[in-house]
Nanobody, 115 residues
């Protein structure tokens, strides 16, 4: 059984920064992909950024240059450093672990950006 636990969601003013962390536990095989998705009210869940076991990253166009993803393979953790936050970054952010046979999701953490 794999579990993902997220930390770091908060309310922040526009232009501010926030760091999200996710820790995965259980039977985790490599290679894998860990990353972050977000879902704003009334919208679909979209990729923010992910990184595979080899360190290759993938960012949504809207966050390139502002968000940075990092991971620790030994600890099965993935972090998302978010800078220059905008109001439309407000969403529930979900940690994702993609294994060859299935996907696992965290419970989500709320990020609210106010002007």
């Amino acid at each position: 059984q794999v579990q993902l636990e997220e930390f770091g969601g908060d309310s922040v003013q526009a232009g501010g920064s926030l760091r999200l962390s996710c820790a995965a536990s259980g039977c985790i095989f490599s290679p894998n992909v860990m990353g972050w998705y977000r879902q704003a009210p009334g919208k679909q869940r979209d990729l923010v950024a992910n990184m595979n076991s080899a360190g290759v990253t993938n960012y949504a166009l809207a966050v390139q240059g502002r968000f940075t993803i990092s991971r620790d393979n030994a600890k099965n953790t993935v972090d998302l450093q978010m800078s220059s936050l905008k109001r439309d970054n407000t969403a529930v952010y979900y940690c994702d672990l993609m294994l060859p046979n299935r996907n696992y999701w965290g419970q989500g953490t709320q990020v609210t950006v106010s002007s």
